[in-house]
């Protein structure tokens, strides 16, 4: 190239880095935020730590891959988890984003309710706090009655969900299932726990910040005048798949939602993916027998994943359900139940 050439090529190149340039904004990809305990550890005799990382890795990241596909383009994109799921519960043309967001919700509560037990010790029962210890003599007689609760609820569901324990505004103790991705995180499109904002597995980035510098647009590129499309390939940058991702849940029932109590009589709480033919179970169990007193705000100490991936990956088996209920009272992490209890009892009293 003569003389002439590369004086015109340079002052291209010199022209080029000092055009603005607009900011490339990146996609709010879910990625995966660790858990409080390490998974080498596994969970105690409850879950290996094999099986803990097939849950809480593989399950969960590929919950939020799909839900990163599912978004893609949308309004949702840049939401968190939480958000998701309320803004997608009351629209049918969203079931695939709501169920994907509320399963990675419901996972991650499920998840963040247990810590490995103490070497000394097979269960935090005795970190029960007062308070908790007192309600549940007083809706379910004793411990080990909450325990048959759950266990017969766990075997009296035929299909994949969750089993909650809750409370309502006076404190009142109930063993609730959801089924599919139902959830009792959120009702009523509101977030039940304020403080449970992020899931695990999400990206604490403020969106504010999620963007891509000048500097990381290759040289070669022209400044755009809008944001460009995304690359067709792959179809989820999280997990760097190159086709469709298949659903996880392609014969999820439909959604119900509900707002109100119908009668004194209805028992039933009001939360998305509620299956009104089940009650929840405690209320034959408890003293107080009276369904006017089962408030219409319910608060969820603890789930329990009823998922046959759970206990199969576990090796429990395929018929090993009840085990796997029975063991996972070893892991229950007391402490922050029973705090969440106070909490939220209080807070409805005023106090």
Not at 11 to 19: G, I, L, N
Not at 153 to 159: K, P, R, V
Not at 310 to 327: D, F, H, I, L, S
Request: charged residues 20%; glycine residues 6%; neutral net charge.
């Amino acid at each position: 190239m003569n003389r002439l050439g590369l004086q015109i090529a340079a002052s291209t190149r010199a022209a080029r880095r000092s055009a603005p340039r607009s900011l490339v904004w990146s996609r709010c990809l879910h990625s995966r935020k660790e858990l409080s305990y390490p998974i080498e550890g596994g969970l105690g005799d409850f879950l290996p730590p094999a099986a803990l990382k097939m849950i809480a890795v593989d399950y969960q990241q590929g919950l939020l891959d799909r839900l990163n596909d599912e978004v893609k383009n949308t309004e949702q994109e840049n939401k968190s988890v939480v958000q998701t799921v309320i803004d997608t519960a009351v629209d049918p043309n969203k079931v695939l984003a709501f169920s994907y967001a509320s399963e990675a919700l419901n996972n991650s509560f499920f998840l963040e309710c247990m810590k490995p037990p103490p070497v000394d010790d097979i269960s935090r029962e005795r970190s029960i706090g007062h308070e908790l210890g007192t309600q549940i003599r007083t809706s379910f007689s004793s411990l080990e009655q909450l325990k048959s609760n759950v266990g017969a609820t766990a075997l009296g569901m035929f299909s994949s969900g969750w089993i909650w324990l809750a409370c309502d505004q006076s404190g009142h103790l109930a063993v609730i299932p959801t089924f599919g991705a139902g959830t009792l995180l959120v009702r009523s499109q509101h977030l039940q726990l304020e403080h449970y904002r992020t899931v695990v597995g999400e990206d604490l980035t403020p969106p504010s910040q999620r963007q891509k510098s000048p500097e990381e647009l290759p040289e070669s590129t022209p400044a755009p005048h809008h944001t460009p499309s995304p690359p067709p390939a792959p179809t989820s940058p999280a997990s760097g798949t190159s086709h469709p991702l298949p659903p996880l849940h392609p014969h999820t029932p439909s959604r119900t939602f509900s707002t109100t109590i119908s009668t004194s009589l209805d028992v039933t709480p009001n939360s998305i993916h509620y299956s009104r033919s089940a009650a929840p179970s405690s209320i034959t169990g408890q003293k107080d027998k009276d369904p006017s007193k089962i408030g219409q705000n319910l608060f969820p100490l603890f789930c329990l994943s009823m998922h046959e991936h759970a206990w199969v990956g576990a090796g429990y088996g395929v018929w090993g359900k009840e085990e796997y209920v029975k063991r996972f009272w070893s892991v229950v992490d007391w402490v922050a139940v029973s705090d969440a209890f106070v909490k939220f009892t209080r807070r409805s009293r005023g106090a």
